[in-house]
Nanobody
């Protein structure tokens, strides 16, 4: 089993920054796909960003269009921690952000939340206008 615990959410003004962390414990594979999703009330869970380890200290990252250039996903496999650096935040970024981990690499099937095996409890991010 893998346990994921997020931290770092909060209230920030438009244009501000936050850094989310996701600490993983249990049996994790450094080659497994990890991701951030978000969900606001009345909406479907939305893919935000994903990261795969393709070689030692080499990662493949992908983002949803609305966060490109503003968000950065990273991971520290030695520390079993996933990060999401969020800059130039907008009110439409307000949501509960959850980290997710797959038991293996998902390849190009990274956008569907159903493909992930483990989830954190989520952390609230609120951006005021």
């Amino acid at each position: 089993q893998v346990q994921l615990v997020e931290s770092g959410g909060g209230l920030v003004q438009t244009g501000g920054s936050l850094r989310l962390s996701c600490s993983a414990s249990g049996r994790t594979a450094s080659s497994a796909t990890m991701a951030w999703f978000r969900q606001s009330p009345g909406t479907e869970r939305e893919f935000v960003a994903t990261i795969d380890s393709v070689a030692v200290r080499t990662f493949h990252t992908r983002y949803t269009d609305s966060v490109k250039g503003r968000f950065t996903i990273s991971r520290d496999n030695a520390e079993n921690t996933l990060y999401l650096e969020m800059n130039n935040l907008k009110p439409e970024d307000t949501a509960v952000y959850s980290c997710a981990a797959a038991a293996q690499s998902l390849g190009n099937n990274y956008k569907r939340h159903e493909n992930y095996d483990y989830w954190g409890q989520g952390t609230q991010v609120t951006v005021s206008s």
